[in-house]
């Protein structure tokens, strides 16, 4: 009975989220549901007397939207990043700075900090990154000590590359476009406060980056915008998440290639396409991903809710991943483990190698399923998914009077409290038996 009510109680709450966030259609109903701070921590009004300031305008920028900045953002970089004493190089409100593709690269004498409190927007037409790396435009190389701020926005004017990319119009050739802004070998930053929206592809990536702190970060495109990831973290270490708000056309969090100790908490996402480990081991690579946290999301109408895909043929590990206290509505895959993930235009190749997948729980997830297959665990024959842990799980149909169901294949785990729709995961024990029998287990250092 208790079970019941406390059933009805959380589809209540859910729906009160949820009209919530339908009905206030601006941004700060999202801040309320999250208690975003409403001041920052540290006011960027009370900058100390030691800081330098350096205004775009002064070093040419107009800041009218349509005259090129970009000589003036390079110039103003280059004085900050040689200057002894912590800087800081502002954008002010009033300005709409059209920058083109940009290299800003460190090792940086001093502490340094970008606060953007107007918009940086890019140029509109693909033809700009003639002769360019169509996968870079605002590029942020070697930095440490680096801070992005200031409430301000950054926009991928990402329309056209949308039109003609492969996704669209399959007649055309499948071809990377820019992420919006790509942090690479950064070291101890912030970004936090700032609104990243119609990236051309993805919106922010760290790649071999460690000890970051994001919060407070906003990212909005168009739910059929192709490609457009939120966030993408790749080959990084000791990456924070915090009190973020991600709508795109791709996965809200993407987390890839060697990366361990991320912690992605107080997220709403939707739509898109879920928070997702992987793609992992695509074209035989061998990956690692390990130690991730999801702590308290808000996840709705999008393709999946929280997601481990690998392809086949690759190697590696996802290991000690854990999702807990998610609220899902309508979400389509709510829970999924694929190692079969396959985006090609041809069907993928059986192979026998594949990522192994191992200690992955899902806690207190709860909420509705707009699919039937609430739960889906499809793991290899050759490299079977083991310990995996449901508990206290309810997923219900998102329309009306259905049922849900979960379905395994080679997953083996346990489940603890209510598991709704029921778990469908095998012993421990009966994996252990089996791969006795089939020989799979050549050292039993896991147990
Ligand atoms: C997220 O918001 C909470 C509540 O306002 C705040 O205490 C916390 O410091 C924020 N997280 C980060 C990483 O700034
Ligand atoms: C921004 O505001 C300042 C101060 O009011 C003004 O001098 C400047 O012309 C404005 N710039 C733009 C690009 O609107
Ligand atoms: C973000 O920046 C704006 C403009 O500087 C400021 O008014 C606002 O309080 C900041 N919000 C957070 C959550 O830090
Ligand atoms: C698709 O792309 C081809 C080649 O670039 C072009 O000729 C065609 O008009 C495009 N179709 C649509 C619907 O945009
Ligand atoms: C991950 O790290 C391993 C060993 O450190 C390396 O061999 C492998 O190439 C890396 N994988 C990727 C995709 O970078
Ligand atoms: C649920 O999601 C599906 C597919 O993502 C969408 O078509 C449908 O409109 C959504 N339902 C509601 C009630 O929002
Ligand atoms: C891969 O194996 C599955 C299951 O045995 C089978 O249904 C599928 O057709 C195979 N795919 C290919 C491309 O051979």
């Known amino acids: 009975m208790s079970y019941l009510c406390s059933i009805v109680v959380t589809r209540l709450l859910l729906l009160v989220v949820f009209s919530l966030s339908l009905t206030a259609s601006n941004a700060n109903s999202f801040e309320s549901f999250l208690q975003l701070p409403r001041r920052p921590l540290r006011s960027t009004r009370t ?58 690269s460190g090792p940086c004498k001093a502490r340094l900090t970008l606060q953007i409190s107007g918009t940086i927007i890019a140029p509109d037409d693909p033809d700009a990154w003639e002769g360019l790396n169509p996968r870079k435009w605002l590029y942020f190389h070697s930095v440490s000590r680096f801070t992005v701020e200031g409430g301000g926005t950054v926009n991928g004017m990402g329309q056209e590359w949308w039109r003609r990319s492969c996704k669209h119009n399959h007649s055309n050739p499948c071809r990377g476009a820019p992420t919006a802004l790509t942090f690479h ?51 990084s270490r000791g990456i924070v998440v915090d009190n973020s708000t991600v709508s795109t056309g791709d996965d809200c969090v993407s987390i890839v290639k060697n990366s361990s100790q991320i912690s992605i908490s107080n997220i709403i996402c939707g739509p898109g396409h879920g928070i997702s480990i992987g793609s992992i081991g695509k074209s035989k690579s061998w990956e690692e991903v390990k130690d991730v946290t999801v702590d308290t ?151």
């Not at 009218?64 to 970089?77: I, L, M, Q, R, S």
């Not at 101890?188 to 919106?203: A, F, G, K, P, Y």
């Not at 709705?300 to 043929?313: E, L, P, Y």
């Open 47 to 104: 900058r100390p007397r030691s800081e330098r300031l350096l205004h775009v305008g002064h070093f040419g920028a107009k800041g009218n939207g349509f005259t090129d900045d970009t000589k003036a953002f390079e110039d103003a970089w280059k004085t900050a990043c040689s200057s002894k004493g912590k800087t800081r190089v502002l954008v002010p409100e009033n300005y709409t700075s059209l920058v083109r593709p940009i290299d800003l």
């Open 185 to 235: 070998k950064c070291k101890n930053m912030r970004v936090e406060n700032l609104s990243v929206i119609d990236s051309q592809q993805m919106h922010i990536a760290f790649t071999s980056c460690r000890r970051v702190t994001v919060s407070a970060l906003k990212v909005i495109a168009p739910g059929s915008s192709p490609n457009t990831d939120g966030i993408h973290i790749s080959a």
């Open 297 to 447: 999301a808000f996840i709705s109408d999008t393709a999946n809710g929280v997601r481990i895909k690998t392809w086949q043929g690759g190697s590696g590990l996802v290991s000690k991943i854990i999702f807990r206290n998610i609220n899902m509505n309508n979400v389509s895959n709510p829970i999924i483990i694929d190692q079969y993930y396959c985006d090609s235009k041809k069907p993928c190749a059986n192979q026998t190698s594949a990522v192994s997948i191992e200690k992955i729980s899902f806690v207190n997830v709860h909420g509705t399923s707009a699919t039937k297959q609430a739960i889906k665990i499809s793991c290899s024959d050759a490299m079977p998914c083991r310990d995996i842990v449901l508990q206290d799980i309810d997923l219900e149909p998102s329309k009306g009077d259905g049922y849900t169901e979960s379905f395994c294949w080679e997953a083996y785990g346990s489940s603890s409290g209510q598991v709704y729709p029921p778990s469908c995961l095998s012993g421990d024990e009966s994996f252990l038996e089996q791969s006795v029998r089939s020989g799979i287990i050549t050292s039993v250092s896991y147990l």
